[in-house]
């Protein structure tokens, strides 16, 4: 059946790259509508140079770059470290929370152009397909998707640069760097070629934030992070906004190699792949934050927080930013933060970051007179007797019960 003729308008979220590219002229070649790309800039840099000409002479009708970098920080990347959320106890889900964020621009942009459908162009193996559409129909529940991977007969990488030749759309890839990449100012993810063989470790090159810990430098280097209700404000003194704040800490960390991960995860779809990712600012705050929580957080209520943190966290994996259940925890999650105030000292070296100070002049819940190993005037250590004892109840009662049955 010809899909010519069933959408007049649609709203591409468009990379520039060679998937990207193609769908922009596929769409028109197969669904006879015109197209209009839209990017998000999310802290790519210079992988967004070029990419109104690219688009329009794709085909596309317009092309709309948006800024969103503090809006993603601010509004997505912070909720998520206020709950310190890290899929399966490695990924700082760099990928996943900016699909939210891109499909909510992409859809402002389908109803200020007045188009009946939207487009990505996320395989359908993949996690990201769920992720955009999910947010696109909790924006609209009757728009309509075109999901290219899961309609075209175009199954390999060869197919696409053949699709690419014959339409006079340059094909980008490159025989050095064959593997894929996603970035923003959380992070970049590799996947795919070499990647695919799980013993094989990651070619260096592949590397873009980071050095080599073995070649970062051979002195430590200390920075201070300033958190107020939750989110990181300051770096050693110097108040910035959130996107400045975590682009200041991708270069502080990248020169000491902080923040590479090489794991398998579980997909939401059911398959396991491999994904090579350098989060350096996020596993520097990350740190940061538990060192001023670990000052300020009472311990039942980050048991607690800390007990919701793997669903939270798979809710944001799997797409589901804008349901109830996120925003639900989300707001257990912003009252625990109300206290967390203060600063944390952190050592960064080849590698390793780790928390060295923590202080809070308004919240610390230390008390060195309770703490000390010193002489003190405030705690009856012989009270601890009937506390163990109290606590030990049940099992000196099943140990009664098993000498019984002696």
């Known amino acids: ?51 109104p000409k690219k688009a329009k002479d794709t085909g596309a009708s317009a092309c709309h770059i948006l800024d969103l970098r503090e809006e993603f920080t601010r509004d997505f990347v912070f909720p998520m470290f206020r709950a310190n959320a890290i899929y399966e106890g490695r990924y700082f889900l760099g990928t996943s929370i900016a699909r939210p964020l891109i499909a909510k621009a992409q859809m402002d942009i389908a109803r200020q152009e007045g188009a009946d459908a939207v487009s990505h162009g996320a395989t359908g193996k993949g996690n990201d397909q769920v992720r955009f559409e999910i947010a696109y129909y909790h924006f609209d529940p009757a728009v309509k998707v075109i999901a290219p991977w899961r309609e075209w007969d175009m199954n390999s990488r060869t197919a696409l640069e053949e699709y690419a030749r014959k339409h006079g759309i340059p094909v980008p890839t490159s025989k050095k760097f064959p593997w894929s990449s996603d970035r923003n100012l959380l992070h970049i993810s590799f996947e795919g070629d070499v990647l695919e063989n799980p013993w094989a470790e990651a070619p ?161 819940l230390f008390n060195v007179d309770f703490a000390t190993f010193e002489a003190d005037a405030v705690y009856n250590q012989a009270d601890a007797e009937g506390f163990i004892k109290l606590n030990a109840l049940r099992l000196r009662i099943a140990a009664m019960q098993r000498e019984a049955k002696k």
């Open 204 to 364: 260096e090159e592949m590397y873009v934030l980071t050095v080599r810990p073995e070649d970062a430098p051979d002195q430590p280097e200390y920075v201070e992070i300033e958190f107020e209700k939750g989110d990181a404000v300051a770096v050693n003194g110097e108040r910035l906004s959130p996107a400045k704040l975590l682009a200041k800490l991708n270069e502080i960390g990248g020169r000491h190699g902080i923040g590479r991960v090489d794991l398998l995860e579980n997909r939401f779809v059911g398959m396991k792949s491999r994904g090579v990712y350098e989060t350096p600012g996020g596993t520097i705050l990350e740190e940061a934050h538990r060192g001023v929580e670990s000052i300020t957080m009472d311990r039942e209520v980050m048991h607690l927080r800390d007990s919701l943190v793997p669903s939270y966290a798979s809710m944001i994996y799997n797409g589901f930013w804008f349901a109830p259940e996120r925003l639900a925890l989300q707001a257990l999650i912003d009252q625990t933060q109300q206290n967390v105030n203060g600063k944390a000292r952190i050592k960064l070296y080849k590698g390793h970051c780790r928390v060295v100070g923590r202080d809070s002049a308004t919240d610390s």
């Open 1 to 51: 059946m010809s899909k010519k003729g069933t959408v007049k308008k649609a709203v591409l979220a468009y990379s520039g790259g060679l998937d990207t590219s193609i769908i922009l002229k596929w769409l028109i070649e197969e669904y006879g509508c015109e197209v209009i790309a839209f990017s998000a800039d999310l802290g790519q840099g210079e992988e967004l140079d070029g990419i």
